[in-house]
Nanobody, 123 residues
Framework: QVQLVESGGDLVQPGGSLRLSCAAS??????????MDWYRQVAGKQRELVAT???????HYADFAEGRFTISRDNAKKGVYLQMNYLKPEDTAVYYC???????????????WGQGTQVIVSA
């Protein structure tokens, strides 16, 4: 069974930094990880994309994340990371890891989600 597990969420002061990690498990040899993403969600609002990275390492960011956040991945460890710097109170949210998996035995790609990790930016 495929699982994504995030870690690294915490309470941090404005201007501070956090590094979120996400590890995928339960992925057999015939399954390939395509895109790996970070989303976030504030209670009562829609989940929004923070950053995405392809299997080749290309990265794209939401406007609010550009210049402050860095997404990276370790394909060997099946992990994706989000380094967040210069955090602002409006970055407070639950951050979710997501991965798109593909396989020759599936008719279409499948997106999996982690359980989320809470980030609170407050003085």
């Amino acid at each position: 069974q495929v699982q994504l597990v995030e870690s690294g969420g915490d309470l941090v002061q404005p201007g501070g930094s956090l590094r979120l990690s996400c590890a995928a498990s339960g992925i057999i040899d015939r399954i390939r990880i395509s895109d790996m993403d970070w989303y976030r969600q504030v209670a009562g609002k829609q989940r929004e994309l923070v950053a995405t990275t392809t299997s080749s390492g290309s990265a794209h960011y939401a406007d609010f994340a550009e210049g402050r956040f860095t997404i990276s991945r370790d394909n060997a460890k099946k992990g994706v990371y989000l380094q967040m710097n210069y955090l602002k109170p409006e970055d407070t949210a639950v951050y979710y890891c997501s991965a798109v998996l593909q396989s020759s035995i599936w008719s279409r790609p499948a997106r999996y989600w982690g359980q989320g990790t809470q980030v609170i930016v407050s003085a």
